[in-house]
């Protein structure tokens, strides 16, 4: 399946806010107070569309894909690479769609801002996704956050 990219609408970011996961992925579930950080132009946010024309996901670029527990840790400042975050529409994830779906957002990125490096942070216990990340190059290249309270977190990394 192709994907494509274009700058987020409040529409569509409306319409994300709304996205539950269910189970143990319902840490990734939308809310509707994040809308204003969807649409905030410093955060890069694109919605992703399937050949279709159906809305698949979203992907942001930079400071918005960083997690609290790593800015409080410094591990965001160790080197220079881009931040990578990303949501599938629920419906769509487990499907074997992951790959294409990340490579899309990484040729969109690499156009756009050309960084020496991609970099993503994601929840350990997200197993499928870690995956998906380390079939397109990604290596985990360390883990952080605390696995009793607030969550354990790897962060990886790939050349551009």
Do not use: Q
Request: proline fraction near 5%.
């Amino acid at each position: 399946m192709r994907f494509t990219l274009k700058r987020i609408t409040p529409d569509e970011a409306h319409t994300i806010s709304r996205w539950r996961y269910g189970g143990p992925y319902s840490v990734y579930d939308g809310d509707p107070a994040s809308v204003d950080s969807f649409l905030e132009p410093r955060f890069h946010y694109n919605s992703v569309y399937d050949e279709h024309g159906e809305l698949a996901g979203y992907f942001c670029f930079g400071e918005d894909a960083r997690v609290p527990a790593g800015r409080r840790l410094g591990v965001y400042e160790r080197e220079s690479a881009l931040d990578i975050g990303l949501g599938m529409r629920p419906d769509l994830t487990g499907r074997g769609l992951g790959e294409e779906f990340v490579r899309a957002g990484l040729r969109y990125a690499k156009e756009t801002y050309s960084p020496p490096a991609f970099r993503l942070t994601v929840a350990a216990f997200n197993r499928r996704a870690v995956r998906v990340y380390e079939s397109v190059g990604f290596e985990t290249v360390e883990t952080f956050g605390d696995a009793s309270g607030g969550g354990e977190w790897l962060l990886m990394r790939r050349g551009a």
